[in-house]
């Protein structure tokens, strides 16, 4: 392991535990409807197993393994949020508002939303596909580190205490989808610098130099792309999808470069 990663995770491990967020993107996120009178139900993978990520915060690649959320899932209190905001709760588990399982593919959940004017709202953004991720915010229990690739590592987490899962409108680290990552490199953004800068600022962790300026020339480079609505030529599905995930990301590290 590379001395920056070492420091970095003994420095971690020295801190007291603090939550961690994970966003994925999601091809099922959907909206179940019921009978006349009663909300329609927010169904979604929140995690996904044996999913390699991209390049963290810190230089490392992480992996869910089934069983993670097995223990916590039977005994935590849980929280479905929106935008992991604690003052908008879609449903819990304790409640029977929230349905959580495990699957074959991951962390199955079922929300019975409240019927609220804030509620609806999401239901129809979600509808819309204009909110299409779910996070989980989470305390790793047991994990355990493949170092095979010192530069690389790879962290699995085996045991997780679950707090809360979230649809999102934006997630906590860049998004990673092959075309929003190809469009950047093509601008000859470093990704993997660029996802380590905002997976510090996430912890609060200060930025170098060069991490500040990779957040402020992406900035700059997405500033010259236009989003979906004013493409001034058709395009592919796909690619409207990422002109409108470049915008996301644009706004995220807007609020990134405030912080520092």
């Given amino acids: 392991m590379s001395e920056r990663i070492k420091k970095l995770l003994e420095q971690k491990k020295a801190e007291e535990p603090s939550l961690e967020r994970r966003a994925f993107q999601l091809t099922e996120?959907?909206?179940?409807?019921?009978?006349?009178?009663k909300m329609p139900k927010i169904i979604g993978h929140a995690a996904v197993f044996n999913k390699l990520s991209e390049v963290l915060s810190w230089g490392y690649?992480?992996?869910?393994?089934p069983g993670a959320f097995k223990k916590t899932i039977a005994e935590a209190d849980i929280r479905s949020l929106f935008n992991h905001d604690p003052n908008y709760v879609l449903g819990r588990n304790k409640?029977?508002?929230l349905k959580l399982s495990e699957d074959d593919t991951g962390l199955l959940t079922e929300t019975d939303p409240p019927d609220t004017t804030w509620a609806r709202d999401l239901v129809t953004t979600i509808t819309r596909?204009?909110?299409d991720q779910m996070s989980f915010a989470f305390l790793p229990i047991i994990q355990k580190w493949d170092e095979t690739n010192p530069e690389e590592p790879v962290r699995s987490l085996i045991e997780v205490k679950l707090f809360d899962i979230s649809p999102v409108t934006f997630p906590a680290y860049p998004d990673t989808d092959v075309g929003v990552r190809s469009i950047l490199e093509k601008a000859k953004i470093d990704f993997t610098l660029l996802s380590r800068a905002v997976g510090k600022n996430t912890y609060g962790m200060p930025l170098s130099p060069?991490?500040?300026?990779i957040v402020r020339s992406t900035i700059e480079v997405l500033q010259g792309i236009p989003g979906p609505a004013?493409?001034?030529?058709p395009e592919e599905p796909a690619?409207?999808?990422?002109r409108f995930r470049l915008q996301n990301l644009k706004r995220w590290l807007e609020l990134v470069e405030k912080s520092l």
């Fill in 61 to 65: 690649r992480e992996k869910i393994e």
């Fill in 29 to 37: 996120l959907r909206i179940e409807n019921r009978e006349e009178g």
């Fill in 210 to 213: 060069e991490e500040i300026a």
């Fill in 239 to 242: 690619e409207k999808v990422s």
């Fill in 129 to 131: 596909k204009d909110v």
């Fill in 230 to 233: 004013q493409a001034d030529h």
């Fill in 95 to 97: 409640s029977g508002t």
